[in-house]
């Protein structure tokens, strides 16, 4: 991420620093610092030099200050802030990563025991099974000392040195016990230990931990007489998805719940099928590159390059027919959004909607990880990018003034997920004022992907059930939903001591055994502080 200085000096085109706009900010406090407005390196760093020239600031160095929140293996957010060529040492870096090394392999203590006792009695010329396999590619990413040690004493084999270019084999010298004994699946390996920033996902895009999580018989008996009934209750179904929907139920309520469908249930079958043929009329008239102008070339070549980085680590992802889906769905919507047009970011709003929509068509027992869409019927893909491209824009309705000039309701979100963690928790807000982290350094990743970046993708989907049945719409809820996690880490962050240790933290928050159960705690941990603020501004106003 762009460093704390560039970061505000660059959105100083998008406002002014009188007290009567500060004023008129969410919960009509000033504010010191504010996202957008130009500020000094003194605040942080006591160097008093202006950041930015306020009036001859533009978007576009606004734009270029925040380009790096979708880049992958970017390093940017480690130059500290206002300090020109200023990098952090290799010994501090190290350390901070360490810290964030032991918080994500704490608890795998007990499976590394176990596998090391497994190994210990495995015959001669054993070749580990696919689950095993699997449960030591999870222990090679924690602590692999006890295993290597153990199996070492006991039969001689050997780990070899992490590499994940190349073939994964456990093997020992020639004529050992272990001789042959072969650890395979390199692509897992590969996919497991490519590390991208702020991509947290699993390997799998659903969770078997967490799609076993009981799902009481009555609440599909619910589901179903809501979704049966001739007319829909959209209160009742609003009021039931909030907790969680079921993956067999999860398609039709989503397509509901954003608006794409009709409640009359008669009427459901004819506009989907109007819808899908209008879609394609749309495909047809504009996606065609003959047709398209300058601008509209522009934008095609901008998300032409976006969707291939999309998930990297996911093969589903990589797929051409994915990406040829991906890039219709993406510039049609463009097209049809002028105000705002292609905003890097909004790719990553596409993928919950696609998974659950091809979770319906391959049925919902089915693994994702390994789906081929050319085993699908053009029919049925056509139905997925259709549906995916309409509840999209349905769902995109309500926080347009994200994605227009400037990102207004991004800049006005991070500001006031700002003024809320300083009321609520003080402590650490100063905690991070004072090592000069910016809530736009991090913020501005989780308002603009809707924290897409930040969970798996089952958690996301997860996330969005609750989303999507808000009834006043998501906006306001998500400031809440951020708010929320940002307090869950408070134990972690106070911890750590310094600016690259606080960023290396947030950058690469440890989500990646989260589960349904997870997201249920946070979504109504939101839900508190959205009850005890949202309605009561003058809670959060601070002694003059």
Request: net charge neutral; proline share 3%; glycine share 6%.
């Amino acid at each position: 991420m762009s460093s704390s200085g560039a970061g505000t000096a660059a959105t100083a085109g998008t406002a002014t620093t009188t007290e009567s706009v500060a004023s008129s900010s969410f919960w009509r406090t000033n504010s010191r610092s504010i996202p957008g407005r130009p500020t000094t390196v003194a605040n942080r760093l006591g160097g008093g030099r202006p950041i930015g020239s306020g009036s001859s600031s533009s978007f576009q160095d606004y734009q270029e200050s925040v380009s790096d929140a979708w880049d992958l293996g970017d390093d940017e957010f480690c130059i500290i802030s206002g300090v020109v060529d200023t990098r952090i040492s290799k010994r501090a870096s190290q350390t901070a990563a360490l810290n964030v090394i032991k918080t994500h392999k704490s608890g795998k203590t007990s499976q590394t025991t176990v596998l090391a006792q497994e190994m210990r009695e495995m015959p001669k010329g054993s070749v580990l099974t696919k689950d095993r396999t699997e449960s030591l590619e999870q222990t090679e990413g924690g602590d692999r000392t006890a295993l290597e040690g153990t199996a070492s004493d006991q039969v001689g084999l050997r780990i070899e040195s992490l590499d994940i270019h190349s073939t994964r084999v456990l093997s020992a010298s020639p004529g050992s016990p272990t001789e042959g004994l072969v650890y395979a699946n390199d692509n897992r390996l590969r996919q497991r230990f490519h590390a991208y920033p702020g991509r947290p996902q699993l390997l799998k895009l659903s969770s078997n931990v967490a799609a076993k999580d009981v799902e009481c018989e009555s609440k599909y008996e619910k589901f179903s007489n809501i979704l049966e009934a001739p007319l829909l209750n959209l209160l009742a179904l609003k009021e039931l998805s909030w907790s969680g929907v079921p993956r067999k139920m999860r398609a039709v309520t989503w397509r509901l719940l954003s608006g794409y469908l009709p409640t009359s249930l008669e009427r459901r079958q004819t506009v989907l099928e109007r819808k899908r043929v209008d879609y394609r009329k749309l495909v047809q008239q504009y996606f065609d590159a003959e047709r398209r102008d300058e601008s509209q070339q522009d934008t095609f070549r901008q998300i032409h390059i976006d969707v291939p980085r999309m998930n990297p680590h996911v093969s589903l992802f990589q797929q051409q027919l994915v990406q040829e889906m991906f890039e219709r769905i993406l510039f049609i919507w463009a097209i049809r959004h002028p105000a705002s047009g292609y905003v890097q970011g909004i790719n990553d709003l596409v993928t919950p909607f696609f998974i659950v929509f091809l979770q319906e068509a391959v049925g919902p027992d089915k693994e994702l990880e390994q789906c081929q869409l050319e085993s699908l019927s053009i029919e049925q893909r056509d139905i997925i990018e259709a549906d995916s491209f309409w509840c999209l824009s349905k769902f995109l309705d309500c926080i347009q003034d994200n994605y227009i000039f400037a990102q207004l309701g991004i800049q006005a979100k991070v500001n006031q997920l700002k003024e809320l963690i300083q009321r609520i928790d003080g402590t650490l807000h100063r905690h991070l004022q004072t090592h000069g982290v910016d809530y736009l350094q991090f913020s501005f990743r989780w308002m603009n992907n809707l924290l897409t970046r930040e969970l798996p993708l089952y958690c996301t989907i997860r996330l969005w059930d609750t989303y999507l049945a808000e009834s006043d719409g998501f906006a306001v809820f998500q400031l809440y939903v951020c708010a929320a996690f940002l307090l869950h880490w408070r134990d972690q962050l106070l911890q750590e001591k310094d600016f690259q240790g606080l960023m290396l933290l947030l950058q690469n928050l440890p989500t990646h055994n989260w589960m349904d159960s997870h997201i249920g705690v946070l979504v109504a941990e939101a839900f508190r502080l959205k009850f005890t603020y949202a309605d009561a501004p003058k809670h959060l106003e601070g002694k003059s």
